[in-house]
């Protein structure tokens, strides 16, 4: 947990202090970094369901990848929000508690609002060993699952706040959508037709291969 506060913390600074080319640079380009690495972990997140399509040893390794793209937005995030607060573009209040807090922008406040939501799903994704019971895995999925309307929210803030974003940006955040939505909509159709993603665990636990 101290390592943990210690990375936010030398994170957020990273960005409040940063000045000159490295200011600007960060300024610009911090806030798509934590965005395309976010939507990736969403989309390889989405991927390690799909016992159908990926193998054991390859659900593994989407999983690890999911969890890097994750702590990698979330950093790329703290910078975004330091670069912002060290620039005077919004106060600490603001970047922490977003609506109704003074930012006057909706598009500011759903940026926090996605903050918010990444971090929550970071730490309960971090946590997950406490949430394996019977008893706590629905609350895991409904505070895991909030990294969606993070997602969302902060493609809006992306594409709305700040300058006209790039054609590239938009069309990175445009597959990036396309991808989860294609995602989604599998995962969707797997268990409205009560179709599982994969075959069925082995006596003690093991997947087949």
């Not at 969606?148 to 300058?163: E, N, S």
Request: hydrophobic share 55%; proline share 4%.
């Amino acid at each position: 947990m101290t390592a943990g506060l210690a990375g936010v913390g030398l994170l957020l600074a990273v960005g409040v202090l940063a000045g000159g080319p490295l200011q600007a640079f960060l300024d610009r380009m911090a806030g798509v970094f934590a965005l395309v690495a976010l939507s990736c972990s969403v989309m390889l997140g989405l991927a390690t369901v799909f016992r159908d399509v990926l193998t054991p040893a390859r659900r593994q390794l989407a999983q690890q990848a999911h969890r890097a793209a994750a702590v990698a937005g979330v950093g790329f995030l703290l910078i975004h929000i330091g670069v912002k607060v060290g620039a005077d573009r919004v106060t600490a209040v603001q970047a922490a508690l977003g609506f109704g807090f003074g930012s006057g922008s909706l598009l500011v406040d759903l940026g926090t609002l996605a903050a918010q939501l990444f971090v929550l799903a970071l730490i309960t994704g971090l946590w997950r060993g406490v949430f394996a019971t019977r008893r706590w895995i629905r609350p895991f999925r409904v505070l895991h699952g909030l990294a969606y309307a993070g997602w969302a929210a902060g493609l809006v803030h992306g594409l709305g706040a700040g300058r006209t974003p790039a054609l590239w940006v938009v069309v990175a955040y445009g597959a990036c959508a396309a991808a989860t939505a294609a995602a989604l909509v599998h995962r969707w159709t797997r268990t409205r037709t009560g179709t599982r993603t994969g075959p069925r665990p082995q006596p003690g636990g093991r997947q087949p291969h």
